[in-house]
């Protein structure tokens, strides 16, 4: 089934994310074609959540801590995610790894995830030198190895991959479908021992390219920024057509 998922990053506070769900829930007029999920920051997670229970929204959160509970300041647990309605959890977000040094340790984030009960939607993708160096896939797969290992193959039952490429992400320029159809083969060939993986694809997904991607078999969904800040351009994703 389709997972379309916006990642709202820090742009909206609890009352803008809440206007922004209820913009979202008036325009969905016919059954939900897959399943859109909402990430909202942090603070708006309670509230956001309290909104779109018994709604076909679904929530998210962009981030976790990998321990559950401490003296951790400034830190989000993953179970109080939980708490609040998360059923999934971005994890390795290239902005994550840019500006807060985060890389071994997501290995720790995704595993802490699973074991409060989320889905994790573990992102991977090389940055523009990596890919004209011709380093992409080794740069995935090492992303791959790092974030998955020494989690059990039953636990990852039902991940997401969100391939990104950071040179694609909130700058207009996305992937071509073929780049990211090679990407997400790799990636399926790489964890064909999962069961009921789900590779996205992320970076500059609009309604006008939307189904460019999902139209690709090896492609389940799409990590959206930016386009998922409005409820009309929002609907279109989940609504797209071929
Ligand atoms: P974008 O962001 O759609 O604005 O490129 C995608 C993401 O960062 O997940």
Same mark, same amino acid.
């Given at each position: ?9 820090? @742009?909206? !506070?609890?009352?803008?994310? =809440?206007?922004?769900? &209820?913009?979202?829930? %008036? /325009? ?86 699973? @074991?409060? !009960?989320?889905?994790?939607? =573990?992102?991977?993708? &090389?940055?523009?030198? %990596? /890919? ?88 389940? !969904? ?21």
């Amino acid at each position: 089934m389709d997972l379309i998922v916006g990642n709202w990053k820090m @742009n909206l !506070g609890g009352r803008d994310s =809440l206007q922004l769900i &209820e913009g979202i829930l %008036e /325009r969905f007029k016919k059954p939900l074609p897959g399943e859109a999920v909402v990430c909202p920051p942090a603070t708006a997670l309670f509230m956001a959540g309290n909104r779109v229970e018994e709604t076909p929204l679904q929530l998210g959160c962009q981030n976790v801590f990998y321990e559950r509970k401490g003296a951790y300041t400034g830190e989000i647990s993953p179970d109080f995610a939980r708490e609040a309605g998360s059923k999934y959890a971005i994890i390795g977000h290239s902005e994550r790894r840019q500006f807060f040094s985060e890389g071994p340790e997501i290995n720790r984030r995704v595993a802490a995830v699973i @074991n409060s !009960g989320m889905i994790p939607i =573990l992102c991977v993708g &090389e940055s523009l030198e %990596e /890919r004209e160096e011709g380093n992409a896939w080794a740069v995935v797969q090492n992303q791959l190895k790092q974030g998955l290992q020494d989690i059990s193959t039953e636990k990852l039952c039902g991940l997401a991959i969100a391939y990104e490429p950071v040179w694609a992400i909130g700058t207009g320029k996305s992937a071509s479908p073929e780049d990211a159809q090679e990407m997400a083969s790799r990636i399926i060939e790489e964890l064909n021992h999962l069961q009921g993986l789900r590779v996205l694809y992320g970076g500059s997904v609009k309604p006008e390219n939307i189904s460019e991607f999902m139209t690709l078999a090896e492609i389940d !969904g799409a990590l959206v920024g930016g386009a998922s800040l409005k409820a009309d351009s929002f609907a279109k994703l989940i609504y797209w057509e071929k």
